[in-house]
């Protein structure tokens, strides 16, 4: 009992309060992956309102130094990389 | 000193069905008494090239620090930041993960590389997993002769997690694959 709780306030890192936010993407994700993107229908981005409200909260509440600086190289690498349409993020 | 270790599993699955149950692994409700070594998933950046058919993901995985207490003592934390970043072609079936450790790269670097391919003899079925992993242990004064120990005890883990990871695979894949007939009837 006293390890789980310990356990537990461990895991209440900085991106805490996106629990739900990232429940709701997860959950569209998974559904998009099996049932669309393997048979096929990768033509259209899904889940996209899901995953603006839970990034727009990870990257109010990472506050974790190694993780953020991540967040931010990969932005940027995939914005230097990108050659599609969607170029306004 | 680096120890490195290849794996290599067949599932009785579908690609379709196994991939799926990867990304379910760590997320899922149920897995959380399993895999009680991962505190939090969090995705950083998707991509997805509309054209190619290939998803690009980068995830944060927070996991409790490996090694015993002395070490926690000096590190002076008790979770560990991974990063994995996972490529899926879905035109040509295949997936490639890779997850490193962000945090504690004084101390340890853990690399390791995942491949899920359709497997070459019933590829409609059946998946092959290979896994390649690689953890070293930075020799650092006060606990060099220690670090081999620590390595050892990183790996034994390692090993027993891939395990349990195997076994919570095989529960999701086969809950998907009721929910598909269930659906198909």
Known sequence: ?89 | MVKAYAQEHIYKHPWEIVTSASWRKFTDQETKPTLSHILSVDTLNRNLDTQAGKLYTTRAITVNAPGPWFIRKIIGQNICHCVESTVVDARSKSMQLITRNVSLRKYIEVEEKSWYDPHPENPESWTVCKQETSIKIKPFTALASMAEKVEQKCADRFLQNSVKGREVMERICKYLESEHSGISI
């Open chain 1, 1 to 89: 009992m006293g390890l789980i709780n310990k356990k537990e306030s461990l895991s209440s890192s900085s991106t805490k309060p996106c629990a739900q936010l990232r429940a709701a993407y997860h959950d569209c994700f998974n559904r998009w992956y099996s049932e669309k993107f393997v048979k096929g229908q990768w033509d259209k981005e899904e889940c996209v309102s899901e995953w603006n409200k839970y990034r727009a909260c990870l990257s109010r509440h990472l506050e974790d130094k190694h993780l953020s600086r991540f967040l931010e190289a990969e932005a940027s690498i995939y914005h230097s990389d990108k050659k599609d349409s969607s170029g306004f993020n």
